[in-house]
């Protein structure tokens, strides 16, 4: 069976993307440690990131590298904090968390988001992308 993030990059369940090209997508997660908390995965179902083949592996940090440019327009964290955990779900995925201090990565901090908030936040990081002039954040959610 198809991951949720599979399930979701196909359109079968809802998401709020804010970042999608041929090979990654860029999500907001639904239960976000902090505003802005996003995720991103690579489009191929791989469960292990050490798995991930190398070219692929530097395409999502070369994604994630530019998503946490629209993450610090929009929050001005003092850093943004990358974390691969891969408990969650069996496909490879990058948290993002605008961050101010090193507990900000604890996961017990973790609530549920409301759809509205989740897609107010993805505009708001998309907008900022755009800005920034990446056309991958041009897509509807």
Known sequence: MASIFTQIINGDLPGHFIWRDERAVAIMTISPIKPGHCLVIPVEEINHWDDVPEDLSAHLMHVAQRVAKGLKSVY???????????????????????????????FSKQRPAEAGELAAEAKKVRSALTELGFAEAAIDS
Request: charged share 25%; net charge negative.
């Open 76 to 106: 001005e964290p003092r850093r943004v904090g990358v974390m691969v955990a891969g408990l969650e779900v069996p496909h490879t995925h990058i948290h993002l968390v605008p961050v101010e201090a090193l507990d900000d990565f604890d």
